[in-house]
C-alpha cells in the first residue's frame, strides 16, 4: 500500500488555482466557520526548504483569525497546540476533494504532484 503521507510529504510544488478555490469554500479547520476563510500553504514537511512555495495541494483551510494565530506563533507550534496532524491535514483535504467530484475532476496535476513518490513507495 502507498505511504500517502510521504507522498504529500515530497509533492511537487504545482500551481492549482482551482484547488485553492475549493480549500477557501471550506470551513476553518481550527474553529469551524465559514467565513474569511483562507488557504494557508502547509510548510511542516516541506521538502523544498522553509522559505520555499509548496504545492497547492499543501493547502488547508483556515479563518483569518486563526491563520493570523498560526503565523503569529509559528506553523509547528500552531498544530502542536491544536493537536493536528499537518500532513494528514492535506491527506484529508485531497480525499475529500476527490470524494466531491467522482466525476473525474481530480485534476491531474493533483496525480502528477505525487506520482513519482507513490510509485517509489509501492516499490519499497
Request: glycine share 6%; charged share 25%.
Amino acid at each position: 500500500m502507498p505511504n500517502i503521507e510521504g507522498a504529500i510529504r515530497n509533492a511537487k510544488p504545482h500551481r492549482a488555482a482551482w484547488y485553492l478555490k475549493w480549500i477557501r469554500t471550506n470551513k476553518c479547520l481550527a474553529c469551524q466557520t465559514p467565513l474569511e476563510i483562507h488557504a494557508h500553504h502547509i510548510q511542516v514537511g516541506n521538502p523544498n526548504g522553509v522559505s520555499t512555495k509548496v504545492s497547492d495541494f499543501r493547502a488547508v483551510p483556515l479563518c483569518s483569525t486563526h491563520h493570523g494565530d498560526l503565523h503569529a506563533l509559528g506553523e509547528k507550534e500552531f498544530w502542536e497546540l491544536k493537536r493536528f496532524n499537518p500532513t494528514s491535514l492535506i491527506a484529508v483535504m485531497m480525499s475529500v476533494y476527490a470524494r466531491e467530484h467522482p466525476d473525474g475532476n481530480v485534476r491531474e496535476a493533483m496525480l502528477q504532484s505525487m506520482e513519482d513518490v507513490l510509485i517509489e513507495s509501492r516499490g519499497k
